[in-house]
């Protein structure tokens, strides 16, 4: 095994453990994990925005997956990759932007809304949450903090307020992602490898995720569950939840 993918795996490992680690973070997923189950127990969606590129793969993650609830709803938007890099980094500096996103799927008083943003610095992550709360919903957070708090205050991606996410949501986890983003240095090249943000939100939206399941079971609930379509009788398991969400969940069918 090379050295590099050595020392990635022990990085990887490392951010994993500081998120379990951290008491300020266990006390925010016990707080998020009950607000998102007392909506599922009222058979309410659960939206979640990952604006900045990659920062969607998180709330893809939440798509019909294998063991999440069903009840998430994924707000898949323009400033995926798919659309163009450029598109996107023009997107996640403008503020107009948020407002039509939240419009567009009807957030409202009582909602609550899941913006996962590794670095959570940029306009559109800090004026979504804004914007959320000011309609009624409840936010909560997920990034860097140490990266937050690292950026200079005149970066051009950041929001005009100069705030972080982390400062602006009702609820806050920490996904440990390292500074930079990139962590191992490899001889001969400028720039460091291996990425951790998508690593950090994905298992930081997972986590939370088992705590609103175990918190909903808790509550004398009975969780709906995806069930993997791979699996023999996947497709029959989930039929129903298909009939049921699928012109409630944006892209589900």
């Known amino acids: 095994m090379r050295k590099s993918m050595l020392q990635y795996h022990q990085a990887v490992v490392q951010a994993y453990s500081a998120i379990m680690g951290d008491p300020a973070n266990d006390r925010a997923f016990q707080a998020a994990g009950k607000a998102i189950a007392e909506r599922l127990a009222d058979n309410r969606l659960i939206y979640l925005v990952g604006p900045g590129g990659h920062s969607n793969m998180a709330t893809e993650e939440c798509m019909c997956r294998a063991g999440m609830p069903v009840q998430l709803s994924p707000m898949l938007d323009a400033t995926n990759l798919l659309h163009g890099t450029t598109k996107t980094r023009f997107l996640q500096r403008s503020g107009a932007y948020a407002a039509g996103l939240l419009e567009e799927y009807d957030i409202k008083e009582g909602d609550l809304l ?3 943003n590794a ?6 992550c800090v004026e979504l949450a804004l914007k959320a709360k000011e ?4 936010v909560i957070g997920v990034c860097s903090t140490e990266f937050g708090r690292r950026i200079p205050p005149e970066h051009p991606a950041r929001h005009p307020s100069g705030k972080n996410l982390f400062e602006v949501c009702d609820i806050f986890l920490d996904n440990k992602m390292p500074y930079g983003d ?3 240095c490899i001889e001969g090249a400028e720039q460091q490898a291996g990425p951790t943000s998508t690593l950090c939100n994905v298992f930081a939206i997972n986590l939370l995720m088992l705590s609103a399941v175990e918190e909903l079971i808790g509550m004398g609930r009975k969780p709906d569950l995806w069930r993997s379509i791979n699996l023999p009788g996947g497709d029959e398991y989930n039929r129903n939840y298909f009939r049921d969400y699928g012109q409630r969940i944006r892209y589900l069918l």
């Open 114 to 116: 899941v913006v996962v």
């Open 135 to 138: 309609l009624g919903a409840a």
């Open 119 to 124: 670095y959570g610095i940029n306009f559109l």
């Open 182 to 184: 990139a962590v191992i």
